[in-house]
């Protein structure tokens, strides 16, 4: 299916719920894309980091895009990541999910190789020209190590090779001059401006974003989707107060910060644990090397649905 | 073959030839294999960074190893790099590249999600138990951004999981700690400690490092099997001379400082231009999204290899 | 004076016109001042970033706090930073702020020494049993090269050691957990949550922020204070536009990205020129080491005013 | 006194003693002195980061200046840091420790505020201009958050504005640059290189460099100087073996990391742990707001002394 432009409202990165062997638990998935649209998400974002894309192999990443996209059946867009270091593997990449039936691609700056504005900008042209469906650059310094710049993003909008930006880094002045490019420029339509920055989207709304990726949204969807419609709406006393309650229940993603494990084992593998105790998929397990939660972690985890009102 | 215990001598990490539409250039491949051999080297390194890995699509890597394995037949050891990012992506690589013949792999930390020691420990192991050949740790935080800690190799090694290290850190006071722990720790015994900073190869050598993996042993195989055979028998002073004209020659990864490209671009293009103007491969191109270098660059590199007397 | 529990609305880190040969210009010091308490400011914050303090000899910090102390006579209150490497040596800035009638000490964390949350806390602590008038708490990881975590934050203002935050970060994800905990917190009550993100001040204080430091404050504070005032009212739309205004004039801080010169030579040489243009101050040069700005730059600058209507 | 050009052998970082309530303790400071002089030091570097200078208020840093030149009386050179964040500062620092009676300045690139090669270059040319006395640069990225780059320090050395440079990098490749650039370069005479760096001492000293400025020379400065006698006789295997011992030795910074604490008050609080358990100064405390080591990890600094044969 064709994607909106611009694609608004939730596009969760989908969690990817692997068995106690570590194989796609496509059940689980199945369950998972139900539990998100019936909060009222408007797109999927599947491979992405929330969908520990960087730990799948290909074989899994091809089943997660056709077992999501043949359930959904074009009842929503489906995006996917084409996570890898490189132009001419992530041409890869975007080749497997397009005939997977992806409806966009979603592409990082290159990495392991160090890299600079100009093979930015190359990479994203080879790969917009080689791409059936459109381009949407993700934004993740953390993982990539370098920071996307404006004035580039802006530049490939312009030129058609990008059709939308996900943003993760955190960096709301930089996203605001996206946005705010993409608004003004009469040289630039129809592109959507999405953050992934989940304790900020009242902000990120507010500022004119069309949409919001948050990987908390795995857990609890109604709550993105009543935060996003009461932003639409203007209403923005209730949403802080809602917005908050999400920042709240985002706490659950420091229960593993003991020192014993990174913050990647932590946040996933609480995302997973409240997954499994809210019912949503059959085995929390995280994919290979990250260090599984203790039971006293996973405990604190329910104290945080319990907190919210999700259990 | 089995590889030696230690390895030790020049191993270097072998240029990755492309035609002009970026396909592997096996016949270039193997020209430069033989320039290699023929200057004395005791090893060869496929797919590793130098070898532009990160910008491999898995059929041309494979095509890369089986080509070398082929081409050796067993008369040196082939180690094969398995970059991705994290344990089961790895582990797909591994039995890729020793389905092709490898020899030993090398594995970097995971990268693009954040990693922990703990995690770190759990990657070699889970990898090591799945390799049916010996695995060397690959420390080079420039591309994944964590550095592989001391304590955590020696107790690897001390456990049997890793088979030795290849340093790419530049960090000489931390290499020193692996070096001395390896020789003095009762518990460790034929691990291969090698270095693969090639300005300092005499310095690592002379604090007991075992070999060397010198990208810019592409251009110069003869000179750094030199300089190896002089750090042997502790001609110093000679020694030191030759990796002066070594430090001389590598200035040539700088032609392309012109704030036009990245490091990567500059680096590679100049090993590759400087192949192509030795006669040892047909064509200097790099892979996307790198940025070729000029004309005058290209230029700039022959005098380098002029002033070295490699012209 | 007595400094507001909490403090609110715009107090801007006060620039320090120099003479041509690099003294403190007092009398365009006092015309500065002049012109943001007429443009409606709260406060005053002297020796801070945007007041080149780091570039600022001691005798030099003392005449700027005496010299803005007494104009104000009271009016508004004035904060001083007490920036140094550590703890001795920001308690003698603490000693000669307070002698010279700051009502109250910004101080960061420690840096040149790495740092810990364990050595941050002790540092707060014992620089406000020291200090005569409130302490707050300064974020900036771009000059210290440290986050102050949210968690010590909050724990030292519940200990009544931090009166407040002036947070420089930019990453208000961190910034909301304080605000919502000082907020919440039963244990805490009238610390003041101040920002210093100069293009994202509408939603720092949609989410509840106390007031707004914004360095571009000096050269439009009238336009700040519309700002923090529609902001108050609720008035989102027009404040929407309000902060997009000035984050058009705030791209006045890349005149000098031409890689000529550093950012802090480029903004800070930015801010002064506009100041001059604007007829505030005599001389828009800026301290040593900075690079000064071309008069093609400075002419830049020029445009940025008169777009933003300030010409 | 006249620094030599160049000047060669173990030039100590001198430590600062403190009394229990964190003064100079002068007499511990002299007993330190004799006891580095005693063991064959070529010089005496005062307030650099060993010495806690960041911690030290400026009559505690005059103090120690002036306390050790007239406890040498010009029997060795005594260089000064003069550490601060620009320039300004810098020159008043400067004019304190040259009144003060020091030979030799040594300065970092600016801090702080964020810095660029072309005003790193203008910040030496200011202060060297001033300085009644030679300017040795410091590149201590650790600290500072900016390499020195080779080419800006040779240029430097070239017009006379650098004396030499003391290299706390680590980064032993770019060190050798600088070595051979002053080595070979006919514009560039009598120019000091020395490293800091205590692990690899043997290495800097092979590769050309014409000195060591070790902090754990405070603990063992027989040994450091036996080092740089062996190098410099050329008899590499004995040097290696007493580097090896000083190795294990400098394994006492780790004694504090247990998390409770930072790597600063780690190292420094071991080599005065060590000092003290030695005889050789009254007091063990460093400056706030480092964190005391505990007893039992005084005892394991104990150990390591015991097993370097200082006990």
Redesign the interface.
Known sequence: MTVPTPLTGVVPPVCTPLTPD?EVDVPSLLRLVDHLVGGGVRGLFVLG?SSEA?????G?RRLVVESVVAHMAGQLPVLAGA?D?????V??HVAAVTAAGADAVVVTA???????P???A??YR?IAAASPVPVIAYDIP????TKLPADVVLGLAADGVLAGLKDSS????AF??VV?GARNRSDITGFSVLTG?E??I??AL???ADGAVPGLANVDPHGYVRLDGLCRS?D?DRA?AEQ?RL?ALFGMVRVGDS???????SALGAFKAALHLRGVIDCPVT?????PLSPEEVERVGKHLATAGLL
Do not use: K
């Open positions: 570590r980091s960087a730990f799948l192999r290909d899994q996570i270091m490189t132009t001419p593997r041409l890869d290159p990495f392991y190789a160090g890299t600079h100009a093979e930015i190359r990479h080879v953390a993982a990539v190590h955190g960096d709301l002045a605001r001059e705010s920055s304790l900020v009242d902000a507010a500022m004119g203007g923005w802080r908050e920042c020192g014993r494990m990174g913050g990647s084992s994919a290979e090397p990250q260090v």
